[in-house]
């Protein structure tokens, strides 16, 4: 059954920024989701999210998308065996808090290619507008 496999967190592999920070946040809070580079996700899991993917973390179970972006982060630090990442991360999910989250999330996403790690391949591409 599709919606009984566990969500895992969706993030591009390929941007040295992003990997390090997954990386740094599964070493610090030890979340019990799994943090997988798309790339190894199963296609038709990731095809209709690849925009979203490019620009942002994606707390998927199978294809469906369940959180995004510093909602994603926060949902995957809230699994952590750690309380006070338990609490880190419900107070990242309060209302005030939650949409300067999203704005600092929208922020780096945006930058990352010239943060520590970041190389101009990581930088996100705008949307084509058709």
Do not use: I, K
């Amino acid at each position: 059954m599709p919606g009984s496999a566990p969500p895992v967190l969706a993030h591009d592999g390929d941007c040295g920024f992003c990997q390090t920070s997954v990386d740094r946040v599964r070493a610090l809070a030890a979340p019990a989701l799994d943090a997988v580079p798309c790339r190894f996700l199963p296609a038709e899991e990731t095809a209709p999210h690849l925009q979203r993917l490019a620009r942002e973390v994606l707390l998927l179970r199978g294809g469906t998308v369940l959180a995004g972006g510093a909602d994603a982060l926060a949902r995957t630090v809230a699994t952590s065996p750690s309380a006070a990442y338990r609490v880190l991360a419900a107070v990242v999910r309060l209302p005030g808090v939650r949409g300067g989250a999203r704005a600092v999330y929208r922020w780096v996403s945006r930058n990352r290619h010239r943060l520590p790690g970041g190389t101009p391949a990581c930088a996100v591409r705008p949307a084509s507008g058709t």
